[in-house]
């Protein structure tokens, strides 16, 4: 496939991306740190037929899990109906019902949703996690094969590689389709926030407006955004802020990163807010157990992909099970994200074992276990050796007019040789996903 010129090259690759500024930003413990987010050159490759179950899959998946957000902030017939128990919608974390009786516009709950997968080393695929609020890492390949073509444009050339540029337009596509009247806004919480990186790139990609908390005013239920020239109506806000953060008149009064106001333009229809507060619900790790069931009740399909095998905690018969299996297992925090919450009950010593399962024991609902997949490693260049490591794929689907399945996505890897955590908040490295045409 060409891959030696592309290694041939990464370090000028990486060297460009920390000219441009393609690192991630990590607040811990009272401080901030910016790193460069390590660009591995041999892509992960995708056949194009393996590529389209996963596109019919990924679309499924997302289709349902609109329908089961529009039903859960309005009729609740999948609660009536026994199918998911109440406890676990109205005790998620996500759950906000300050969103109850909101119908966002076209009806459209989750515009950019980021499905992590990975794939089995019996060559499954498994959907390990939904990531319905503000997915982030498109950014990150699109970049990369950016560089990547100016460095090596014959090795894609010559190749059957589907071109990755078109996200920024998608994306223009799903604000335009939502939008309520005026300019579109990408919504960022400002320099020091960790995807600061990616919030601009996508604005100029996408042909957007730029804008912090401070540049937007709500005033007679409408939105709008202060510029040189006056002010200007808002119509869609791709908005890279948390839901607590958004509106401190709703939700946390000490945001200073939100807007005034905001929810109560959006509740009156002016503004479509992308993606929709209130979505952590649906993609609630405890949630994710009933997505197959959610596939066969709103669409009465079959799921095409398949979940990593779980249990819950909160059922008796899966409590037991989790507890007397606790070394074959994975155990996750369902409030946690970006890799942490995540352990291993084999890498436990006693103690810490007895007190997960005590802590399991209290709090059933807050935790679900996974059998661990062996999923496949992917070759990575280690200095000058090739050596295999972890990987998942993010893969990115925009909800607009149509349902569409980005043909690239976010591969990230462990650098960790006995790692199976991949997230870039706990030291990974990302590389480009080829998806060939034929």
């Known amino acids: 496939m060409g891959l030696r010129e592309l290694q041939d090259h990464v370090d000028v690759i990486n060297q460009q991306m920390a000219r441009y500024g393609v690192k991630f930003g990590i607040y811990k413990n009272g401080s901030y740190n910016e790193r460069l987010f390590p660009f591995d050159p041999i892509p992960r490759i995708i056949e194009a037929d393996e590529f389209q179950t996963l596109e019919r899959g990924l679309a499924q998946r997302v289709n349902a899990l609109n329908k089961f957000l529009a039903d859960i902030y309005a009729d609740k017939n999948i609660i009536h109906e026994g199918v998911v128990p109440?406890?676990?919608?109205?005790?998620?974390?996500?759950?906000?019902?300050?969103?109850?009786?909101?119908?966002?516009?076209?009806?459209?709950?989750?515009?950019?949703?980021?499905?992590?997968?990975?794939?089995?080393?019996?060559?499954?695929?498994?959907?390990?996690?939904?990531?319905?609020?503000?997915p982030s890492g498109a950014s990150y390949p699109l970049i990369a094969r950016s560089l990547c073509r100016q460095c090596c444009p014959q090795t894609f050339r010559e190749r059957a590689i589907r071109d990755n540029r078109g996200y920024g337009q998608a994306l223009k596509v799903v604000m335009d389709h939502?939008?309520?009247?005026?300019?579109?806004?990408?919504?960022?919480?400002g320099r020091y926030n960790s995807a600061y990186f990616e919030h601009s790139y996508?604005?100029?990609?996408?042909?957007?407006?730029?804008?912090?908390?401070?540049?937007?005013?709500?005033?007679?239920?409408?939105?709008?955004?202060?510029?040189?020239?006056?002010?200007?109506?808002?119509?869609?806000?791709?908005?890279?802020?948390?839901?607590?953060?958004?509106?401190?008149?709703?939700?946390?009064?000490?945001?200073?990163?939100?807007?005034?106001?905001?929810?109560?333009?959006?509740?009156?229809?002016?503004?479509?807010?992308?993606?929709?507060?209130?979505n952590g619900v649906a993609d609630d790790k405890g949630i994710y157990y009933f997505v197959p069931k959610m596939i066969r009740y709103y669409l009465d399909e079959e799921p095409i992909l398949q979940n990593a095998?779980?249990?819950?905690?909160?059922?008796?018969?899966?409590?037991?099970y989790t507890l007397e299996h606790l070394d074959d297992l994975v155990i996750k925090d369902v409030a946690e994200a970006g890799g942490y919450g995540v352990v291993f009950g084999s890498s436990l010593p006693k103690e810490k074992k007895e007190a997960l399962k005590d802590k399991i024991i209290e709090e059933p609902r807050r935790f679900i276990s996974q059998q661990v997949i062996d999923f496949e490693d992917l070759p990575i260049m280690d200095n000058e050796r090739v050596v295999g490591r972890k990987a998942d794929l993010r893969a990115f689907v925009l909800s607009g007019e149509e349902t569409y399945v980005w043909p690239c996505g976010l591969t990230r890897f462990s650098r960790n040789p006995s790692s199976f955590i991949v997230n870039s908040s706990q030291g990974g490295g990302f590389k480009d996903t080829w998806v060939l045409s034929h």
């Open 86 to 134: 109440e406890e676990f919608v109205y005790r998620s974390p996500g759950y906000l019902a300050q969103c109850e009786g909101i119908r966002p516009p076209e009806g459209i709950y989750s515009h950019i949703s980021g499905i992590d997968l990975v794939k089995g080393k019996n060559s499954v695929w498994y959907v390990l996690e939904d990531n319905l609020r503000i």
């Open 178 to 189: 939502v939008n309520c009247g005026g300019i579109n806004v990408i919504l960022t919480p």
């Open 202 to 278: 996508l604005a100029e990609q996408s042909e957007a407006v730029l804008a912090e908390s401070m540049d937007l005013y709500v005033e007679n239920n409408c939105v709008f955004y202060r510029s040189n020239h006056g002010p200007m109506k808002v119509g869609a806000i791709y908005r890279h802020l948390s839901d607590d953060f958004l509106d401190p008149l709703c939700f946390r009064p000490d945001s200073l990163i939100g807007v005034p106001n905001l929810m109560a333009a959006y509740r009156a229809g002016s503004v479509a807010i992308l993606n929709t507060p209130g």
């Open 309 to 320: 095998p779980t249990y819950l905690p909160y059922s008796k018969d899966d409590l037991d």
